[in-house]
C-alpha cells in the first residue's frame, strides 16, 4: 500500500460521507466519556438506549456521583460488564471532581489515570471531543486496516501506529469515524460486502473477487 493508495481511498471515504461521527448520543465531553467507558463490549445502540435514560436524570459528575454506584445500575443492567462499569464510572466521576474541577480534560495522560479509561477510549475522547487526529483502533479498524491494507499489524497498537504515521494529514481527524464506519456497515466480518465498496479497486484484500 504506497502513499497515493491512501490518499485516494480516504478521498473516496470523505466524497461518500463528508462529516462522519461517532453514532453515540451525547452533548458534552464528558457525555462522550461515559458512553464510551460503557461502549468497551457492548454495541452503540446498548449504550444509547442507556444514556437516553441516564443523561436526562444525571449529565455531570457531581450528578453521576451523587447516584452512587447502586443508583447507577439500573440505568446501564442490560450492558455488559455493567457491575465494573459502573464502579468505575463513580470512581472518574470522583476523580474529575477532585483533579480536574469536573471538567473533562483534554490530555491523554489524564484521561488514562481515570478509571476504566484506556487508550483507546482516550483516543475516542481526544478526537471526538477535541478534534485531535488521533485514531482509535476497535475490531472494526483493527479489521479494516489489516485486510484492506492500510496498516497491517498483530496487534492494536503496532495498527495505531502505522495508520498514524501513514494517514494523510488532511485526514487525520475523522480518519477514525470513516474506518469504523466502513467496518460496521461494508467491510463486515464475516461476509464483507466487497461489491458495494467504494474502494473496492484500491483495497489489497486477496479474497474481494469472491465477496
Request: hydrophobic share 45%.
Given at each position: 500500500?504506497?502513499?497515493?493508495?491512501?490518499?485516494?481511498?480516504?478521498?473516496?471515504?470523505?466524497?461518500?460521507?463528508?462529516?462522519?461521527?461517532?453514532?453515540?448520543?451525547?452533548?458534552?465531553?464528558?457525555?462522550?466519556?461515559?458512553?464510551?467507558?460503557?461502549?468497551?463490549?457492548?454495541?452503540?445502540?446498548?449504550?444509547?438506549?442507556?444514556?437516553?435514560?441516564?443523561?436526562?436524570?444525571?449529565?455531570?459528575?457531581?450528578?453521576?456521583?451523587?447516584?452512587?454506584?447502586?443508583?447507577?445500575?439500573?440505568?446501564?443492567?442490560?450492558?455488559?460488564?455493567?457491575?465494573?462499569?459502573?464502579?468505575?464510572?463513580?470512581?472518574?466521576?470522583?476523580?474529575?471532581?477532585?483533579?480536574?474541577?469536573?471538567?473533562?480534560?483534554?490530555?491523554?495522560?489524564?484521561?488514562?489515570?481515570?478509571?476504566?479509561?484506556?487508550?483507546?477510549?482516550?483516543?475516542?475522547?481526544?478526537?471526538?471531543?477535541?478534534?485531535?487526529?488521533?485514531?482509535?483502533?476497535?475490531?472494526?479498524?483493527?479489521?479494516?486496516?489489516?485486510?484492506?491494507?492500510?496498516?497491517?499489524?498483530?496487534?492494536?497498537?503496532?495498527?495505531?501506529?502505522?495508520?498514524?504515521?501513514?494517514?494523510?494529514?488532511?485526514?487525520?481527524?475523522?480518519?477514525?469515524?470513516?474506518?469504523?464506519?466502513?467496518?460496521?456497515?461494508?467491510?463486515?466480518?464475516?461476509?464483507?460486502?466487497?461489491?458495494e465498496c467504494v474502494i473496492r479497486d484500491l483495497c489489497e484484500y486477496r479474497a474481494?473477487?469472491?465477496?
Open positions: 500500500m504506497n502513499r497515493a493508495k491512501r490518499a485516494a481511498i480516504f478521498e473516496r471515504l470523505a466524497a461518500a460521507n463528508p462529516a462522519p461521527t461517532t453514532e453515540l448520543a451525547y452533548d458534552s465531553p464528558f457525555e462522550l466519556l461515559i458512553a464510551v467507558v460503557l461502549s468497551a463490549q457492548a454495541t452503540d445502540v446498548s449504550v444509547n438506549l442507556a444514556t437516553e435514560r441516564l443523561f436526562p436524570v444525571a449529565r455531570t459528575p457531581a450528578a453521576i456521583l451523587a447516584l452512587g454506584v447502586d443508583g447507577l445500575k439500573p440505568f446501564i443492567r442490560h450492558i455488559g460488564l455493567f457491575n465494573t462499569k459502573a464502579a468505575n464510572i463513580i470512581k472518574t466521576c470522583q476523580a474529575l471532581l477532585e483533579r480536574h474541577g469536573g471538567d473533562v480534560p483534554n490530555d491523554r495522560a489524564a484521561l488514562e489515570a481515570l478509571p476504566g479509561v484506556g487508550r483507546k477510549t482516550a483516543n475516542v475522547v481526544l478526537n471526538t471531543a477535541f478534534g485531535a487526529p488521533t485514531i482509535a483502533v476497535d475490531t472494526h479498524v483493527f479489521r479494516v486496516a489489516n485486510r484492506t491494507g492500510l496498516a497491517k499489524g498483530k496487534t492494536v497498537r503496532i495498527v495505531e501506529d502505522k495508520l498514524a504515521r501513514s494517514v494523510p494529514a488532511e485526514f487525520g481527524r475523522d480518519a477514525h469515524h470513516w474506518l469504523i464506519l466502513h467496518g460496521r456497515y461494508v467491510c463486515t466480518a464475516r461476509k464483507p460486502r466487497c461489491r474481494k473477487e469472491l465477496a
